[in-house]
């Protein structure tokens, strides 16, 4: 599950589809927001369940958000949020086998993480470079794991038979006309941010892309029902050929070529 800010909100309404229909993902990987996401189901946690907490957590009252030149944000109240949510727990004791992305500031290099302190891990590879102050593990400072591996594929290739890769980067032609400064910085994001998911997209065997045209800026929790909706709805749309695919796997990986690219706009 990628990363994409409130944008990521998608991905409950993405697993709220394939749960009705039966899919239950047994390894799960995630970077920044698709690492809160995909530890909430990890650990247990339903879609519906997830879209509770969506619904009544303020967005200021999770980063504390600040003028920047005042200094870095800390990410304070979302820990306090995963720590409710979840204990102070270890990856080790989550339902499902889960990792995600961090960003590390010392070597430049992405680092999969799937043992030790799961929330701290989590802010992570949540905190957006600029905007939260790193996070500090193991003597080294790490940020949002979607600055170099927004879809860390990597640790499934050898654990699934099949991978479903969901992307909520805004990457299709937008038709109109950017009209704010949250979507001018959405776009410009999502257009970087794409450039490492692209080569990841064909690891997948599908690929579901539910937000690929929808303006949704990184900070638009205000509409995190919209997002649910749109990841649900579009998800549903492709059931029949999710399916198909899923019903047909071989015992081996698919070949890169047999590579299926769904989302809602083809």
């Known amino acids: 599950m990628s990363g994409g800010g409130a944008r990521g909100i998608g991905h409950v309404g993405v697993l709220k589809a394939l749960t009705e229909n039966g899919i239950h993902p047994h390894y799960i990987s995630g970077a920044s927001m698709g690492s809160v996401v995909g530890a909430f189901y990890a ?7 997830m879209m509770d907490l969506f619904r009544h957590v303020r967005i200021l009252k999770i980063f504390h958000l600040r ?9 304070t109240f979302l820990r306090k949020i995963l720590l409710k949510t979840l204990g102070k727990i270890q990856f080790e004791d989550l339902e499902k086998p889960f990792s ?3 960003a590390n500031l ?3 290099e992405y680092e999969i993480i799937d043992s030790g302190d799961l929330i701290e891990a989590i802010v992570a590879s949540s905190s957006i470079p600029l905007i939260f102050k790193p996070v500090i593990m193991n003597g080294m400072p790490y940020v949002d794991g979607g600055l170099i591996n927004n879809l860390p594929v990597e640790p499934l290739e050898k654990k699934a038979k099949v991978i479903i ?5 805004q990457r299709g032609v937008i ?18 941010n794409f450039q490492n ?17 929808q303006k949704f800026h990184l900070f638009d929790f205000k509409n995190a029902e919209k997002i649910y909706q749109c990841g649900y709805e579009a998800t549903l749309k492709l059931m029949p050929e999710i399916l198909r695919v899923l019903g047909s796997q071989p015992e081996s990986y698919l070949d890169v070529s047999q590579n299926r690219i769904l989302n809602d706009g083809r």
Not at 67 to 75: C, D, R, T, V
Not at 165 to 169: A, H, L, P, Q
Not at 198 to 212: A, T
């Open 67 to 75: 003028a920047p030149m005042l200094g870095l944000s800390e990410m």
């Open 106 to 108: 010392q070597t430049g």
């Open 175 to 192: 038709d109109e006309p950017f009209d704010s400064f949250g979507e001018i910085a959405t776009r410009c994001f999502a257009l970087y």
């Open 100 to 102: 995600l992305s961090v």
């Open 43 to 49: 650990s247990g946690k339903t879609p519906e369940q």
């Open 197 to 213: 998911i692209k080569p990841r997209l064909e690891k997948c065997d599908l690929v579901i892309e539910p937000l690929n045209k």
């Open 165 to 169: 890769g969901v992307s909520v980067v």
